[in-house]
């Protein structure tokens, strides 16, 4: 069933891959773009249309067209200028405003904090990926600390930025019930989380790695089961 809503969602890594993917399956119309050839190229028979975009390109910007949009969506997860450069063009356009992160380069140091701020102001709504809510389990999973992210979390509730969070469902290592509702004791201390999801963990980009040479940390590992899929959305009370 078709949705009347478009959107465009800029910035086709596996983020940006994975909110067109959710967002086709779901009935609507999506675009999306990518300064990358290779990227844009992989998404064209999921995606509504595809445009290789590079936003910091002014007239590349105006010729998308972002006003015939009802929501953008900027998933650029490698340069913090791009995004600001995306989000600030959309919403003087008057467009909603999406920023798709996982969190991680947040910290109040400088130059970062001052560029986020800016990028903060022309936000409507972030969307934030917690993969794990256990400090040491979270490093052995990414190789890094959650505690920026869950700062982060914080900070945009203190400014009253909205907020879904996002969390992915990897069996025998985020299905754990007591870190679930670790994770649900967190979520409840911030202010403006508007949707909680659950992403079951899928195996259909492991053939890239293999196509690289590179050992895929999570080889062996299937998906969630139906079960254990509907335990973690009942504890995190969440709306998908």
């Known amino acids: 069933m078709k949705n009347n809503k478009q959107f465009a969602v800029i910035g086709l890594g596996r983020f940006g891959r994975a909110v067109v993917e959710t967002l086709v399956a779901s009935g609507y119309d999506v675009m999306g ?11 064209e ?4 249309d595809v445009m290789q975009l590079d936003v910091m390109n002014e007239d590349a910007m105006q010729y998308i ?13 490698e340069s913090l200028e791009a995004s600001i ?5 959309a919403k003087e356009k008057g467009v909603n405003t999406c920023l798709d992160t996982s969190g991680n380069p947040f910290t109040v140091e400088e130059p970062f904090f001052g560029k986020f701020n800016e990028l903060m102001k022309y ?5 934030l990926d917690i993969k794990h809510i256990d400090d040491e389990e979270h490093k052995k999973l990414t190789g890094q600390t959650n ?3 869950l700062d982060m979390a914080q900070y945009l509730s203190k400014n009253g930025k909205k907020m879904w969070i996002r969390h992915v469902l990897v069996p025998g290592i985020t299905t754990d019930e ?5 994770l649900r004791e967190f979520i409840d201390t911030l202010k403006t989380v508007d949707r909680v999801e ?25 998906p969630p089961t139906k079960e254990q899929i509907e335990c973690a959305k009942r504890i995190l009370n969440c709306q998908n």
């Open 33 to 43: 773009c990518d300064k990358n050839m290779e990227a844009v190229k992989q998404m």
């Open 45 to 48: 028979h999921i995606a509504t």
């Open 65 to 77: 067209g972002l006003n015939n949009f009802d929501v953008v969506i900027v998933a650029i997860g």
């Open 85 to 89: 450069m995306a989000t600030m063009y």
């Open 123 to 127: 936000t409507d709504l972030f969307m």
């Open 147 to 149: 505690k920026n992210i």
């Open 178 to 182: 007591r870190y679930l509702k670790q």
């Open 198 to 222: 659950v992403l079951p963990y899928h195996t259909l980009g492991v053939f890239k790695w293999k196509e690289l040479g590179i050992p895929y940390q999570l080889d062996g590992v299937e």
